[in-house]
């Protein structure tokens, strides 16, 4: 079985390659079921000057147990330092 580390890093590499832009960061990882995880990967969409100004998204995923992408999709887009509120 995939660790939870390990599911983040390859969900991660999954998301670099199908959007062509690199994840910034895991942040989220939970089990989907008896052999997959749940990652959600933060991506920056639009690098802007100055870099408070960037555009990020958010992208859940699901890989398998072998760590193979499952499904994944955009969740929401952000500008850099919104704060969300609760």
Do not use: F
């Not at 969900?11 to 989907?32: D, F, L, P, Q």
């Amino acid at each position: 079985m995939l660790s939870a580390a390990e599911a983040a890093k390859r969900a991660a590499e999954h998301v670099t390659a199908m959007t062509g832009r690199c994840a910034e960061c895991v942040v989220g990882v939970e089990r989907a079921g008896e052999d997959g995880w749940r990652v959600t990967v933060e991506v920056v969409e639009t690098h802007r000057i100055p870099d408070s100004a960037d555009i990020l998204a958010v992208y859940d995923t699901e890989v398998d147990a072998d760590g193979e992408l499952v499904a994944y999709r955009r969740a929401h887009r952000y500008p850099r330092g919104r704060v969300e509120r609760g």
